[in-house]
């Protein structure tokens, strides 16, 4: 077998190793709970509230933008955050140490985010079904839909998460990423529509992946009528796919330079530093 | 034998052709910005054999190592690990080394036994007929004393178990060469000693050429077949430790005072140069000292003035005694 298909499966199986330790390790799990219950809390409470202009719940129409929100911040902030950690506790050097080990470990991270984030839209999507009536994935093409969005909105995301990762020196600097996806998730039509903003915040959210991940899911899950209240009253497929098609490219092309010279600057010493720089913050 | 820069011209440049030599080192340089790190730093090694890179902080042995692992990028000079240059060092040439990294928190949520089997199986297509690649998964947890720790995390480990796990880590891919970058930093006596059995034992098992640093005088006599004294960015003495001590204690210090003046003097001849002394002076000599350094002696003397920045003096002190 080559070396590579070698470090490939090494790579998935770390990848699945790694899921199930998500599964076991307070941290993770509450980071699996936590923003679902949250969520779920605040739909139940919008259940009853109408998206204006309709007779339809607002809470029914704001859990499929929150399962879109899910993907971005998965494919963003998950990847970021585990690039700098792992970065800094040295699992990435080991893995330079390590023949093909660079590879491996890509192929392991695209595994764990993939399906840390699959567990997180399950996690909301099922209860949400009994939740909300309204809501139907009753035909395959909204099942195809929901799983094309998923797929597209990581492949959009991931890579750049990956460059934000490599870029953030240290894992106490995430905030340089939350704030703005924080920023972004209020400004992207996730818990009211986006036709409620100002035309320049439109224009600025519909830059992003963000609204376009909420817009995907919500074509998956929300009766046609329900596209009247979109930009331009339509779940623009086309639209959806060009742009979080362009987030991936970008991605794609930037990722593998900005990991490399990150890998590159990799050494022990290098390692050595940054702990001693956290343990000084920690004593 | 390498005394510093300059002290060994290689004849040949083929030196990959000779197959005993594992790590070929020659004028190594290295700059950061303006400062000098490493001015010229020479030496080999050969299969199976264990050298130690001994120096005080500061001294260049990290930067070293890791131009040899081929994680930094060198000034200048030439370097050949396993006959290969680290910077354009492939993933086959890659699976002939270990490096023992120094270890913080990495993989703590994994268990100890499905960590080495997940990175061992990295280096399965790397088997030759020589050597089997990975090492058997419980037989090195057997050879690094982990065997009853194999199913608990490595996060839940004592600092010397863990610092096992790194080596093992290190190992199982079954090296050709293996670094071990200050290897007992933090360790108490007792895991000092077993982490000390340890490295005899992989000596003992396979030929692999180990190139280890440490600050530890007593640590790199322990381990090392040949030490390698580094300060002010060269290599200013090596030798195994009896060579290097008697080396060294040959010169003797004579302390003397005359006329209320005191005086110093480093000399191989003790006896010869106070006998001149009195020839000269006579009585005006008083309080006559003379004094054989031990190895530990001149390495404390080194560091110490190195620390407080009067490096040069007692590197050339050292070099002198070295010629």
């Known amino acids: ?283 | 034998m390498v005394v510093s820069a300059g002290a060994e011209t290689p004849t040949s440049t083929g030196s990959s052709t000779d197959r005993g030599t594992t790590l070929d080192v020659h004028d190594l340089r290295m700059r950061y910005g303006s400062t000098d790190v490493l001015t010229g730093v020479s030496f080999r090694a050969r299969r199976g054999e264990v050298l130690a890179l001994l120096g005080p902080n500061g001294a260049g042995k990290t930067t070293t190592i890791e131009i040899l692992e081929g994680f930094r990028m060198r000034s200048g000079g030439r370097v050949e690990v396993l006959g290969t240059d680290p910077a354009r060092g492939d993933e086959r040439w890659r699976s002939r080394l270990g490096v023992v990294l120094q270890s913080w928190r990495d993989h703590g949520r994994w268990r100890v036994r499905e960590l080495l089997a997940h990175l061992g199986s990295y280096y399965a297509p790397y088997s030759t007929e020589r050597t089997s690649r990975p090492w058997d998964v419980d037989e090195l947890i057997q050879v690094v004393g982990l065997t009853e720790h194999a199913d608990k995390k490595v996060g839940q480990l004592s600092g010397g178990q863990r610092r096992r796990v790194d080596v093992a880590i290190g190992i199982v891919g079954r090296p050709e060469v293996l670094f071990l970058d200050e290897p007992t930093a933090g360790f108490d006596p007792a895991a000092r000693r077993e982490f000390h059995d340890l490295v005899h034992r992989l000596t003992d098992i396979d030929d692999t050429t180990i190139l280890l640093t440490t600050h530890d005088l007593d640590e790199a006599e322990k381990l090392a077949d040949r030490i390698l004294i580094l300060a002010g960015g060269r290599i200013i003495a090596s030798g195994s430790a009896d060579e290097l001590s008697r080396r060294i204690s040959a010169d003797a210090e004579v302390r003397w005072s005359r006329g209320g003046t005191r005086f110093v003097h480093s000399t191989g001849d003790a006896t010869g140069f106070v006998r001149e002394l009195f020839a000269q002076h006579g009585e005006d000599v008083a309080d006559l000292e003379v004094r054989r350094a031990s190895l530990e002696d001149t390495y404390m003397t080194l560091v110490r003035d190195h620390e407080s920045g009067r490096a040069d003096g007692v590197t050339r002190a050292f070099e002198e005694v070295a010629r």
């Open chain 1, 1 to 283: 077998m080559s070396p590579m298909v070698v470090a490939a499966r090494a790579g998935l199986s770390r990848g699945r190793i790694e899921l199930r330790q998500s599964f076991t390790n307070a941290e993770t799990l509450w980071g699996y709970l936590f923003p679902t219950v949250v969520l779920l809390v605040v739909m139940f409470f919008l259940r009853g509230a109408k998206v204006p202009g309709t007779e339809f719940s607002l809470g029914a129409q704001t859990l499929p933008s929150t399962l879109g929100m899910t993907v971005a911040f998965g494919g963003l902030v998950t990847t970021a955050s585990i690039l700098t950690v792992e970065r800094e506790d040295g699992t990435l050097l080991r893995a330079k140490a390590t023949p093909n080990g660079m590879f491996g470990y890509l192929i392991s991270k695209i595994t764990l985010v993939s399906g840390m984030t699959l567990v997180s839209v399950v996690l909301l999507l099922v209860p949400g079904l009994f939740l909300f009536d309204a809501l139907a994935l009753d035909s395959a093409t909204a099942w195809l839909t929901l799983a094309g969005v998923m797929l597209v909105g990581m492949v959009a995301t991931m890579p750049v998460g990956a460059v934000f990762g490599s870029l953030l020196s240290n894992p106490r600097n995430m905030g340089l990423i939350m704030l703005p996806m924080m920023g972004l998730i209020a400004t992207s039509g996730i818990f009211y529509p986006i036709t409620a903003m100002p035309g320049w915040l439109q224009a600025v959210a519909q830059v992003f992946p963000i609204y376009w991940l909420g817009l995907g899911m919500r074509s998956a899950l929300l009766p046609e009528a329900m596209a009247a209240v979109e930009i331009g009253d339509s779940w623009r497929h086309l639209e959806t796919l060009l742009v979080l098609g362009g987030w991936a490219v970008a991605g794609l092309v930037l990722a593998p330079v900005v990991l490399r010279r990150m890998a590159r600057r990799e050494s022990g010493s290098s390692v050595a530093a940054r702990r001693e720089k956290a343990m000084q913050r920690v004593t």
